[in-house]
């Protein structure tokens, strides 16, 4: 089953463009690393994606609906992080995750134990966000993506910054997502 699938995507800021008929097609289950330099339109076409801007020609559909014509069909199940994951830094990861759980429908907290196991948190979930190191907060992040089982995530540039052990461990649950039928886009340089 196509996920998403990006048809000649064009963008241009004043007479610049800075996409160019970007073309590409995921199936469930597939992982992309979108790569290139600083500057080179990843998160541009990330936001286009995911309508955080206009598209000025092309088409992306998610799930087989228009992100245009029909956003909210579109976007339903959709996680994704766009450059820093939100989170309140005085509060637990765990108090982190029930607040986010209040912005879905049909979302247990047998849930949010899960996703907590799947991103490695156990042993720290009750800590303040503002003890965790980057590679925790960005595993936090993508639990907070996660819980509403979307099937497809995006991630804007999550290994930026991560020592290699944490890059690895991020890679390790894109694998664990992916054996869960998870289609994966991210960014990174």
């Given at each position: 089953m196509t996920v998403l699938e990006c048809k000649n995507l064009k963008k241009r800021f004043g007479k610049k463009e800075v996409i160019r008929g970007v073309s590409f097609k995921l199936e469930e289950g597939?992982?992309?690393g979108f790569i290139g330099p600083n500057g080179a339109g990843k998160t541009t076409t990330i936001k286009l994606i995911l309508g955080l801007q206009g598209i000025d020609e092309g088409t992306v559909l998610i799930n087989g609906?228009?992100?245009e014509k029909d956003f909210v069909k579109?976007?339903?199940k959709v996680g994704t992080i766009v450059e820093n994951p939100d989170m309140y830094m005085y509060l637990s990861g765990k108090k982190n995750l029930?607040?986010?759980k209040n912005l879905y429908k049909n979302v247990t907290n047998e849930r949010i134990d899960e996703v907590i196991k799947l991103v490695g948190l156990e042993k720290?979930?009750?800590d303040k966000?503002?003890?965790y190191s980057l590679g925790m907060r960005q595993r936090l992040g993508i639990a907070q993506a996660i819980l509403h089982h979307p099937n497809l995530l995006i991630l804007d540039e999550p290994t930026s910054?991560?020592?290699p052990f944490s890059r690895d461990e991020l890679l390790e649950i894109f694998e664990t997502l992916k054996e869960h039928g998870v289609t994966i886009l991210f960014s990174t340089h």
């Amino acid at each position: 089953m196509t996920v998403l699938e990006c048809k000649n995507l064009k963008k241009r800021f004043g007479k610049k463009e800075v996409i160019r008929g970007v073309s590409f097609k995921l199936e469930e289950g597939d992982i992309l690393g979108f790569i290139g330099p600083n500057g080179a339109g990843k998160t541009t076409t990330i936001k286009l994606i995911l309508g955080l801007q206009g598209i000025d020609e092309g088409t992306v559909l998610i799930n087989g609906y228009d992100i245009e014509k029909d956003f909210v069909k579109a976007i339903e199940k959709v996680g994704t992080i766009v450059e820093n994951p939100d989170m309140y830094m005085y509060l637990s990861g765990k108090k982190n995750l029930l607040l986010s759980k209040n912005l879905y429908k049909n979302v247990t907290n047998e849930r949010i134990d899960e996703v907590i196991k799947l991103v490695g948190l156990e042993k720290r979930i009750n800590d303040k966000v503002n003890k965790y190191s980057l590679g925790m907060r960005q595993r936090l992040g993508i639990a907070q993506a996660i819980l509403h089982h979307p099937n497809l995530l995006i991630l804007d540039e999550p290994t930026s910054g991560l020592d290699p052990f944490s890059r690895d461990e991020l890679l390790e649950i894109f694998e664990t997502l992916k054996e869960h039928g998870v289609t994966i886009l991210f960014s990174t340089h």
